[in-house]
């Protein structure tokens, strides 16, 4: 497999679990800038929509979408128990939180990220986000993680948690979510992704 991402972008959270499932892979950096692969590939080739991740199976076929990506992941290797069983509850709690990050935290962030966006406009997403990471932080008051046990939702929050810095949304007072940062640091494999990427000396 093959997985086409971007440092500390929202790829970052299916090469986590990619290294979490222990499977084999390639990792090939596709900057979200100018759009071009190490050997001078257009990314547009690859995506037509141009953003990472982008997941490439061994028999050619592409997923796109990150909930997509780390679901097919931990589907591969179930003994890992990266994901709860299809057709249980439990899956579907999964599934709640992955949407959830993804349309209330992933999305949101997006106008902090555009240069073009008023400032004025920032303050409120700002304060719209710290709300939602507000509700996630009570959601962890007497859990390790989103579902008692890790999962792939856990990946791709601790993903989101790392753009706070960047765009000036301060969690550091959500000592719930300040912890679930830690653990997911202390785990070999996000340390293993963080030094594949360069976020981690």
């Given amino acids: 497999m093959k997985l086409y991402y971007s440092p500390g972008a929202c790829s970052l959270s299916p090469h ?12 090939i950096v596709a900057s979200t800038k100018t759009h071009q692969l190490p050997d001078g590939t257009d990314f547009y080739t690859i995506n037509p929509l ?22 097919y992941l931990a589907d591969q290797v179930p003994e890992k128990q990266l994901a709860p069983a299809n057709g249980s509850l439990a899956r579907y709690r999964l599934q709640e939180w992955l949407n959830f990050i993804s349309t209330e935290i ?9 240069p073009t966006t008023p400032e004025d406009y920032k303050t409120l997403v700002r304060k719209n986000l710290l709300s939602r990471f507000a509700w996630v932080n009570e959601q962890l008051a007497d859990k390790d993680y989103l579902l008692g046990q890790f999962s792939v939702a856990d990946a791709y929050l601790y993903n989101t948690t790392r753009w706070g810095q960047l765009v000036g949304v301060d969690t550091s007072g959500l000592t719930h979510l300040m912890a679930f940062k830690q653990r997911m640091e202390a785990r070999p494999a996000v340390q293993a992704t963080l030094r594949a990427e360069g976020l981690l000396k």
């Fill in 16 to 27: 986590i679990v990619l290294h979490e499932a222990g499977l084999p892979f390639e990792a």
């Fill in 50 to 71: 141009g953003y990472v991740p982008v997941l490439e199976l061994d028999n050619g076929e592409r997923l796109r979408e990150g909930v997509a990506i780390v679901q």
């Fill in 106 to 114: 992933h999305k949101g962030h997006s106008p902090l990220f555009a």
